[in-house]
């Protein structure tokens, strides 16, 4: 029987449950499932997320003084005001029809509610319910066009201009830094602590790894952070919580998270692939719309463990 373990975030949530204006009507022309890339003629540099947040608000309030059409136009001008470094803004109708996006004017007047990223996404939608529900930070991946193209977590601000509109931009995590000291933030933190338990997981049984990650005071069990350890087999059945032991047998394989994300089986993908990130969406207790950042590892000894633990989008720090 293969194992892998699996994010914490995730398995609570189971159990528990980017432009000029066009006409925002239902013709719009429907764009394609796979993101469309900007090519980006600028240079990277790191952000902070309060400079994201704080780029988007001022593009919002714009927008707001000049109207729709003029913002638009500057918008969708690549030598824009609001072109910094890899950050630049989008505008969408609430229906999902671009109305603004720089670098890839081609998408104007379509429609992106069905676009998916690499977990299975629909993150246009996802961006959109966020704007809708007054703005806020959204984790998905897309292509990077300063690193070959490749799929990179990306983290997104959103924020609506008035009840017909919205505007976001996004800067990769991989980019993203504490405003303190410069340093890379989450990232390097999370990846150091899965290969700390891979390498655990690596060096004894399978048993004796499921019993040390379920318990409540050993090593890899970090509430202070709101991480730890989970386990389950290729077919959904979990084999260890270490906060909800009770819940261990139960089969999660099927479920699918908000905006379409299959976890379980999106996790155990990544891992048979040698590992990476996963980001999936739920609705939290209190109405809003939560994210969960999650790494997968494989552990390469057996060939089928898998270990994952992440952080929730809102306890990345400003």
Same mark, same amino acid.
């Given at each position: 029987?293969?194992?892998?373990?699996?994010?914490?975030?995730?398995?609570?949530?189971?159990?528990?449950?980017?432009c000029?204006?066009?006409d925002?009507?239902?013709?719009?022309?429907?764009?394609?499932?796979?993101?469309? @890339?900007?090519?980006?003629?600028?240079?990277?540099r790191?952000?902070?997320?309060?400079?994201l947040?704080?780029?988007?608000?001022?593009? /919002?309030e714009?927008?707001?003084?000049?109207?729709?059409e003029?913002?638009?136009?500057?918008?969708?001008?690549?030598? /824009?005001?609001? @072109?910094?470094?890899?950050?630049?803004?989008?505008?969408?109708?609430?229906?999902?029809t671009?109305?603004?996006?720089?670098?890839?004017q081609?998408?104007v007047?379509?429609?992106?509610?069905?676009?998916?990223?690499?977990?299975?996404?629909?993150?246009?939608?996802?961006?959109?319910?966020?704007?809708?529900?007054?703005?806020?930070p959204?984790?998905?991946?897309?292509?990077?066009?300063?690193?070959?193209?490749?799929?990179?977590?990306k983290?997104?601000?959103?924020?609506?201009?008035?009840?017909?509109?919205?505007? *976001?931009?996004?800067?990769?995590?991989?980019?993203?830094?504490?405003?303190?000291n410069?340093?890379p933030?989450?990232?390097?933190?999370?990846k150091?602590f899965?290969?700390g338990?891979?390498?655990?997981?690596?060096?004894?049984s399978?048993d004796?790894?499921?019993?040390?990650f379920?318990?409540?005071? *050993?090593?890899?069990f970090?509430?202070d952070?709101?991480?730890?350890v989970?386990?389950?087999?290729?077919?959904?059945n979990?084999?260890?919580h270490?906060?909800?032991?009770?819940?261990?047998?139960?089969?999660?394989?099927?479920?699918?998270?908000k905006?379409?994300?299959k976890?379980?089986? !999106?996790?155990?993908?990544?891992?048979?692939? *040698?590992?990476?990130?996963?980001?999936?969406?739920?609705?939290g207790?209190?109405?809003?719309?939560k994210?969960?950042?999650?790494?997968?590892?494989? @552990?390469?000894?057996?060939?089928?463990?898998?270990?994952?633990?992440?952080i929730? !989008?809102?306890?990345?720090?400003?």
């Amino acid at each position: 029987m293969k194992i892998f373990y699996i994010p914490v975030f995730l398995v609570l949530i189971l159990i528990c449950i980017s432009c000029g204006c066009t006409d925002p009507g239902s013709d719009t022309q429907q764009v394609s499932d796979t993101p469309q @890339v900007p090519v980006l003629p600028v240079e990277t540099r790191n952000y902070t997320l309060s400079e994201l947040e704080e780029f988007v608000m001022n593009a /919002s309030e714009y927008a707001k003084e000049v109207g729709m059409e003029e913002a638009a136009a500057e918008f969708n001008d690549p030598t /824009s005001k609001f @072109v910094d470094g890899t950050m630049y803004i989008y505008a969408l109708y609430y229906n999902g029809t671009y109305i603004a996006q720089p670098f890839n004017q081609s998408l104007v007047g379509t429609n992106g509610l069905s676009a998916t990223d690499t977990n299975g996404m629909r993150f246009v939608e996802a961006c959109r319910d966020i704007a809708e529900s007054g703005g806020g930070p959204v984790l998905y991946t897309y292509p990077n066009p300063s690193d070959n193209m490749t799929y990179e977590e990306k983290l997104g601000y959103v924020y609506p201009v008035d009840d017909e509109w919205w505007i *976001g931009s996004g800067i990769y995590l991989d980019d993203l830094v504490d405003k303190a000291n410069g340093t890379p933030l989450y990232l390097g933190y999370v990846k150091n602590f899965m290969t700390g338990a891979a390498s655990f997981a690596g060096n004894v049984s399978m048993d004796e790894a499921i019993s040390v990650f379920n318990n409540q005071s *050993g090593d890899y069990f970090d509430l202070d952070n709101g991480m730890y350890v989970l386990a389950l087999d290729y077919d959904g059945n979990i084999l260890a919580h270490p906060a909800y032991p009770e819940i261990i047998g139960e089969n999660i394989y099927d479920r699918e998270m908000k905006y379409g994300v299959k976890s379980i089986q !999106r996790a155990a993908e990544i891992a048979r692939n *040698g590992g990476g990130f996963i980001i999936y969406s739920y609705d939290g207790t209190d109405g809003t719309i939560k994210q969960n950042l999650n790494y997968v590892m494989p @552990v390469e000894k057996d060939d089928y463990w898998i270990i994952s633990s992440g952080i929730s !989008r809102d306890l990345l720090q400003y």
